[in-house]
């Protein structure tokens, strides 16, 4: 908390005796606004661990808080304070901030709530209406990752790509600009970061055919102060920056018609101390290398970290994770800063678990490598050149020929959004990993699409094959676990072993606790020396939000958000039920010891019956309309038509049996809950061919249900 010093109080005292009962004075409102964080208290902030000021807490996103009040020796008194239902259904992904008093977060739809801290009660809402067609474009579900806070306003990254400043004391708009062109499939999730009154926010999109770029926003006018792309445009017009021009010499073919992807679309990391803004570069789009720079080579500065200026965007320095990335191994995962002896001697450094299961540490100075190893089990690269700095492929990594081939991270990736945290007590850092492959094809030929994902790769070669064992062996194969690594030493600590992966970010604090929420719906605390499990909850629905500490009034409280969704549930299909079998209900949860507040049951649900027309349609058209929802219906409806449990499953529609179907498809008449007309690019006997693919998919569930194969409704 911040305190004016004595002396300060009694002028203002003075002051505001002499003209009267106007009110605070400014500079004494300027100490009691809500939202007042600046740099000075950011960098600062572990002289008010009470307060969680920015996204990762500190400039530095290490997740970890200095509280411990609550501590491995209380843990188990922890209670439930209060809870906020949210009003949304998807999946909620944000860390909330808490200044002063107050929490600050955001929901899916990029809605955001203010509350107070210790009761809950509600201050205010902000929905920015995002149009519900948009989410259309959204690879990953309508998720958000919080807010930034800065001189008393609230800044926002919205779904359809605008970035708003809020006043932090009422929700009231102060400014909304549009961060991106409308004509291209961007979406903004992750939360921006704002370093010496600029307001750093970029986007997603590179299933969708966006190029990827991030910006700096006035904070007090909303006027763009710069942009870097992050990989190069069409080279026959003039290159935005020097870097660029060098980057292109990286790319073959006609990347630039494609867009080329590498998104920074979470990870965006200021180091006050060198004066350097950190990015994670996304995926390539199309993911396939083979159609977005068929000629081969890097791809800069796709899957990379890069170093900017900012003040002014320049590039500084690079550092690319995977070369010629085609397996939508994304680096945009949380970047960590941390100064650690290595050798005896201290290094500043940065931790990074991207997508492709390696763990980096670089020297954030210079961005040069100091180790990599795989920190769960990898197939695509056998280790990292240290001369070279470049990952070493195995033989399957590029799916070479003609049948799928097995790599191990998918896209989903080792590692994901769900962000890690660093505990300086213990060395270690904390790492939601997931263990899950995909089987990479390359399709014959690639025609880029409005309405579809951009993958370049086969989806009918990565569905879930319906013969029993293999389903079994697959579903086997995949799982997740909560990693405590050591950074210096490159080995694991200890590791808790989960059913499956797209299990909850991580918060180590001082009490010797980390915390963890699970895909299975529980809300977690171990030993951060040990991995002992000392507490655990029922959280109703599963938890893949980072948690954070604070505390109000000298009482420490945990918080997370709850609520099951996100990519992996609403395109892995039955994969998603490896995790646990949770609804989504959407909600904050605040805990503290003693605390009393008792969650409502949750209402039993009526189990839904498949009762499909019967199959008759030829297999040739199941067939095509098998190849049609998997690359346009699976991304939400889930992979082979089961659904994940967050979108509606096809399987048991009752516009099987009925033209609904059509009206929906085609004519668009549920755009107001997201689900928009294709009829640009498919026609009645596509739909026609979709549907007749679920019904025969339905009645072989319902077959597989009736001989005890198990189906999970
Ligand atoms: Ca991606």
Same mark, same amino acid.
């Given at each position: 908390?911040?305190?004016?010093?004595?002396?300060?109080?009694?002028?203002?005292?003075?002051?505001?005796?002499?003209?009267?009962?106007?009110?605070?004075?400014?500079?004494?409102?300027?100490?009691?606004?809500?939202?007042?964080?600046?740099?000075?208290?950011?960098?600062?902030?572990?002289?008010?661990?009470?307060?969680?000021?920015?996204?990762?807490?500190?400039?530095?996103?290490?997740?970890?808080?200095?509280?411990?009040?609550?501590?491995?020796?209380?843990?188990?008194?922890?209670?439930?304070?209060?809870?906020?239902?949210?009003?949304?259904?998807?999946?909620?992904?944000?860390?909330?901030?808490?200044?002063? %008093?107050?929490?600050?977060?955001? $929901?899916?739809?990029?809605?955001? /709530? =203010?509350?107070? &801290? @210790? +009761? !809950?009660?509600?201050? *205010?809402?902000?929905?920015?209406?995002?149009?519900?067609?948009?989410?259309?474009?959204?690879?990953?579900?309508?998720?958000?990752?919080?807010?930034?806070?800065?001189? %008393?306003?609230?800044?926002?990254? $919205?779904?359809?790509?605008?970035? /708003? =400043?809020?006043? &932090? @004391? +009422? !929700?009231?708009?102060? *400014?909304?600009?549009?961060?991106?062109?409308?004509?291209?499939?961007?979406?903004?999730?992750?939360?921006?970061?704002?370093?010496?009154?600029?307001?750093?926010?970029?986007?997603?999109?590179?299933?969708?055919?966006?190029?990827?770029?991030?910006? =700096?926003?006035? &904070?007090? +006018? !909303?006027?763009?102060? *710069?942009?870097?792309?992050?990989?190069?445009?069409?080279?026959?017009?003039?290159?935005?920056?020097?870097?660029?021009?060098?980057?292109?010499?990286?790319?073959?073919?006609?990347?630039?018609?494609?867009?080329?992807?590498?998104?920074?679309?979470?990870?965006?990391?200021?180091?006050?101390?060198?004066?350097?803004?950190?990015?994670?570069?996304?995926?390539?789009?199309?993911?396939?290398?083979?159609?977005?720079?068929?000629?081969?080579?890097?791809?800069?500065?796709?899957?990379?970290?890069?170093?900017?200026?900012?003040?002014?965007?320049?590039?500084?320095?690079?550092?690319?994770?995977?070369?010629?990335?085609?397996?939508?191994?994304?680096?945009?995962?949380?970047?960590?800063?941390?100064?650690?002896?290595?050798?005896?001697?201290?290094?500043?450094?940065?931790?990074?678990?991207?997508?492709?299961?390696?763990?980096?540490?670089?020297?954030?100075?210079?961005?040069?490598?100091?180790?990599?190893?795989?920190?769960?089990?990898?197939?695509?690269?056998?280790?990292?050149?240290?001369?070279?700095?470049?990952?070493?492929?195995?033989?399957?990594?590029?799916?070479?020929?003609?049948?799928?081939?097995?790599?191990?991270?998918?896209?989903?990736?080792?590692?994901?959004?769900?962000?890690?945290?660093?505990?300086?007590?213990?060395?270690?850092?904390?790492?939601?990993?997931?263990?899950?492959?995909?089987?990479?094809?390359?399709?014959?030929?690639?025609?880029?699409?409005?309405?579809?994902?951009?993958?370049?790769?086969?989806?009918?070669?990565?569905?879930?094959?319906?013969?029993?064992?293999?389903?079994?062996?697959?579903?086997?194969?995949?799982?997740?676990?909560?990693?405590?690594?050591?950074?210096?030493?490159?080995?694991?600590?200890?590791?808790?072993?989960?059913?499956?992966?797209?299990?909850?970010?991580?918060?180590?604090?001082?009490?010797?606790?980390?915390?963890?929420?699970?895909?299975?719906?529980?809300?977690?605390?171990?030993?951060?020396?040990?991995?002992?499990?000392?507490?655990?909850?029922?959280?109703?629905?599963?938890?893949?939000?980072?948690?954070?500490?604070?505390?109000?009034?000298?009482?420490?409280?945990?918080?997370?958000?709850?609520?099951?969704?996100?990519?992996?549930?609403?395109?892995?299909?039955?994969?998603?039920?490896?995790?646990?079998?949770?609804?989504?209900?959407?909600?904050?949860?605040?805990?503290?010891?003693?605390?009393?507040?008792?969650?409502?049951?949750?209402?039993?649900?009526?189990?839904?019956?498949?009762?499909?027309?019967?199959?008759?349609?030829?297999?040739?058209?199941?067939?095509?309309?098998?190849?049609?929802?998997?690359?346009?219906?699976?991304?939400?409806?889930?992979?082979?038509?089961?659904?994940?449990?967050?979108?509606?499953?096809?399987?048991?529609?009752?516009?099987?049996?009925?033209?609904?179907?059509?009206?929906?498809?085609?004519?668009?008449?549920?755009?107001?809950?997201?689900?928009?007309?294709?009829?640009?690019?498919?026609?009645?006997?596509?739909?026609?061919?979709?549907?007749?693919?679920?019904?025969?998919?339905?009645?072989?569930?319902?077959?597989?249900?009736?001989?005890?194969?198990?189906?999970?409704?």
């Amino acid at each position: 908390m911040f305190r004016p010093r004595a002396g300060v109080l009694v002028m203002v005292a003075v002051l505001v005796a002499g003209v009267g009962c106007r009110g605070p004075s400014s500079s004494e409102s300027a100490r009691t606004k809500p939202a007042d964080v600046d740099g000075a208290r950011i960098v600062n902030a572990d002289r008010e661990p009470g307060n969680w000021m920015t996204h990762g807490r500190t400039y530095s996103e290490q997740r970890f808080s200095p509280l411990k009040q609550i501590n491995q020796g209380n843990v188990g008194q922890l209670g439930l304070a209060w809870y906020y239902d949210l009003d949304t259904h998807r999946g909620q992904e944000a860390t909330p901030l808490v200044v002063d %008093g107050v929490m600050y977060f955001t $929901t899916a739809w990029s809605k955001v /709530v =203010a509350v107070n &801290a @210790a +009761t !809950g009660a509600l201050l *205010w809402t902000y929905d920015p209406k995002v149009p519900p067609e948009w989410g259309v474009n959204a690879c990953c579900d309508v998720v958000n990752r919080g807010v930034a806070a800065w001189k %008393g306003k609230l800044f926002l990254g $919205t779904l359809d790509g605008r970035l /708003v =400043a809020l006043d &932090a @004391a +009422t !929700g009231k708009v102060i *400014w909304d600009k549009l961060t991106i062109d409308p004509n291209y499939r961007y979406t903004i999730t992750g939360a921006p970061r704002v370093v010496k009154g600029k307001v750093i926010i970029g986007n997603g999109g590179a299933e969708m055919g966006v190029r990827g770029y991030v910006s =700096a926003y006035d &904070a007090d +006018t !909303g006027s763009m102060v *710069w942009r870097f792309y992050t990989v190069p445009g069409d080279p026959s017009k003039p290159f935005e920056s020097p870097i660029l021009e060098k980057a292109a010499k990286t790319w073959t073919g006609e990347w630039w018609k494609l867009g080329g992807g590498g998104t920074v679309w979470d990870s965006i990391v200021y180091d006050p101390e060198l004066d350097l803004l950190y990015i994670g570069v996304g995926n390539g789009s199309p993911w396939n290398q083979r159609f977005r720079s068929p000629g081969g080579g890097d791809n800069l500065f796709l899957s990379s970290i890069v170093a900017l200026k900012p003040d002014t965007g320049e590039y500084v320095w690079h550092y690319q994770e995977t070369p010629g990335e085609m397996w939508d191994y994304t680096a945009a995962q949380q970047i960590t800063l941390a100064d650690i002896t290595i050798n005896g001697q201290i290094r500043k450094v940065l931790f990074h678990a991207p997508k492709n299961g390696f763990f980096y540490v670089l020297d954030r100075t210079t961005g040069t490598l100091i180790s990599a190893k795989p920190c769960t089990y990898v197939n695509w690269a056998t280790g990292v050149d240290m001369k070279t700095g470049r990952p070493i492929e195995t033989g399957i990594a590029r799916y070479p020929g003609d049948n799928p081939a097995p790599v191990v991270p998918g896209p989903l990736g080792a590692h994901s959004w769900q962000p890690m945290s660093f505990s300086p007590q213990t060395g270690l850092v904390y790492i939601p990993v997931n263990d899950v492959g995909f089987l990479y094809k390359s399709v014959a030929r690639f025609e880029p699409k409005k309405l579809a994902a951009n993958w370049g790769i086969d989806p009918v070669a990565v569905g879930m094959p319906q013969d029993p064992k293999i389903k079994k062996a697959i579903l086997d194969s995949i799982k997740g676990k909560l990693v405590a690594w050591d950074p210096v030493q490159q080995k694991q600590a200890w590791a808790i072993e989960r059913p499956g992966p797209w299990n909850g970010g991580t918060l180590a604090t001082a009490g010797n606790l980390v915390f963890e929420g699970t895909a299975g719906g529980r809300f977690e605390a171990y030993r951060a020396d040990s991995g002992e499990k000392i507490w655990s909850f029922d959280a109703q629905t599963g938890v893949m939000a980072g948690p954070v500490a604070y505390a109000v009034n000298g009482e420490q409280y945990l918080a997370v958000e709850a609520g099951w969704g996100g990519v992996f549930p609403l395109v892995t299909g039955e994969v998603a039920f490896k995790s646990g079998q949770v609804r989504n209900v959407s909600r904050m949860l605040v805990f503290k010891l003693g605390g009393k507040a008792k969650l409502p049951p949750l209402p039993e649900v009526e189990p839904p019956k498949l009762n499909p027309p019967a199959s008759t349609a030829s297999a040739a058209t199941i067939h095509k309309g098998e190849a049609i929802f998997q690359r346009y219906c699976s991304v939400c409806h889930g992979d082979v038509a089961v659904g994940g449990g967050v979108l509606p499953d096809l399987r048991y529609s009752d516009t099987l049996a009925s033209d609904g179907w059509f009206y929906v498809v085609l004519g668009g008449i549920l755009q107001q809950n997201g689900m928009v007309s294709f009829k640009k690019e498919l026609s009645h006997e596509d739909a026609a061919a979709i549907r007749a693919y679920v019904i025969f998919r339905a009645n072989q569930s319902k077959g597989e249900a009736e001989n005890g194969a198990g189906s999970h409704h």
